[in-house]
């Protein structure tokens, strides 16, 4: 902590955690709007697009998938961090629907600044679980077969080595550990699985779309 830098937040954490998430982020990171609730967050990320969102989705999950889809529509070059209450399929949905990462809410406050500033340099973390889906659905993707219309999902063998091991319950650190590389470099490679399945899931959407407005 203490690391000063010109990455910028806005924070959307209501509840009891909210002063010792704003206080540990403000002394490291510039936090731009300050706003527990969700919709008033979204719209402030979409005037100011920070670098990071952090997005509170312990309270009303039915809606998570949406709303961490809408931050990511309307403010595509901000990275979204989610704070989620259980490793299941809701905390996997968030990431499907645009979240670059995950990360339980009882996780310790200076553990969540670090998330959120690797965030900004392009670094994923994600629950054991999403990890876990995660790898299972890009292979399922890309056994499929290949579709003409769509771009191919295809992660290089680091990739799925470091979600592979991610899955088992490894920590970032410990799998850095087992590579002799750091976990600075392990999370870059999870964030680069992370972008490849949001850029071919946003290709989906799209090609969703497109066929409904011509059936029409």
């Known amino acids: 902590m203490?690391?000063?830098?010109?990455?910028?937040?806005v924070l959307a954490v209501g509840g009891p955690r909210r002063p010792e998430l704003s206080a540990a982020l403000a002394s490291t990171a510039l936090v731009v709007a300050d706003e527990p609730g969700r919709e008033r967050a979204l719209i402030a990320a979409a005037d100011l697009i920070p670098d990071v969102v952090l997005l509170d989705e312990t309270d009303?999950?039915?809606?998570?998938?949406?709303?961490?889809?809408?931050?990511?529509?309307?403010?595509?070059?901000?990275?979204?961090v989610t704070l989620v209450d259980a490793d299941d399929e809701l905390a996997y949905e968030t990431l499907l629907q645009g979240a670059f990462s995950t990360v339980l809410a009882t996780t310790p406050a200076d553990e969540i600044v670090a998330t959120v500033r690797a965030a900004a340099?392009?670094?994923?973390?994600?629950?054991?679980?999403?990890?876990?889906?995660?790898?299972?659905?890009?292979?399922?993707?890309?056994?499929?077969?290949?579709d003409p219309y769509l771009p191919s999902l295809r992660l290089t063998d680091t990739e799925q080595e470091v979600l592979a091991r991610r899955a088992e319950g490894h920590t970032p650190a410990e799998i850095a550990a087992m590579h002799d590389v750091t976990a600075r470099l392990v999370n870059l490679h999870m964030g680069y699985a992370v972008a490849k399945v949001h850029h071919h899931l946003q290709r989906v959407r799209t090609r969703d779309a497109v066929s409904a407005r011509t059936e029409r």
């Open 60 to 80: 009303g999950r039915a809606g998570s998938g949406p709303a961490c889809l809408e931050s990511t529509l309307r403010t595509p070059a901000t990275r979204l």
């Open 2 to 9: 203490g690391e000063r830098s010109d990455i910028t937040v």
């Open 121 to 146: 340099r392009g670094e994923s973390t994600v629950v054991v679980g999403s990890a876990e889906r995660l790898l299972a659905d890009a292979r399922r993707v890309t056994n499929s077969g290949a």
